[in-house]
């Protein structure tokens, strides 16, 4: 089994910066693939950002790329989510999320098997 403990979210302005961070135990961190989701009240868990196990390959959905950056730190069992230029439609519960199979693909949430419980970013214009 695997324990996934998010971190890092809060209120933040426009424009401002947030890092969450996301750690796991339970079982070796290099066998899984992570990423990350997010989902707002009423709407289906969304597809933001995806890295593979050595954290060579990595993968973004169109409305984050270019502001949030995914990374993995395998000494810490640790994987974040830099997010920059926040906007108000960024406003979401963030998950973390690992898989054993695959790579960054699929992105889709039910290949993945161990989620956390979330983390609250909430963005003001």
């Known amino acids: 089994q695997v324990q996934l403990v998010e971190s890092g979210g809060g209120p933040v302005q426009a424009g401002g910066s947030l890092r969450l961070s996301c750690a796991a135990s339970?079982?070796?961190?290099?066998?899984?693939?992570m990423g990350w989701f997010r989902q707002t009240p009423g709407k289906e868990r969304e597809f933001v950002a995806a890295i593979d196990r050595s954290g060579d390959s990595t993968d973004y959905a169109d409305s984050v790329k270019g502001r949030f950056t995914i990374s993995r730190d395998n000494a810490k069992s640790t994987v974040y989510l830099q997010m920059n230029n926040l906007k108000p439609e960024d406003t979401a519960v963030y998950y973390c999320?690992?898989?054993?199979?695959?790579?960054?693909?699929?992105?889709?949430?039910?290949?993945?098997?161990?989620w956390g419980r979330g983390t609250q970013v909430t963005v003001s214009s």
């Open positions: 999320a690992g898989k054993i199979l695959g790579t960054v693909q699929p992105m889709a949430a039910r290949f993945y098997s161990y």
């Open positions: 339970g079982r070796t961190f290099t066998t899984l693939v």
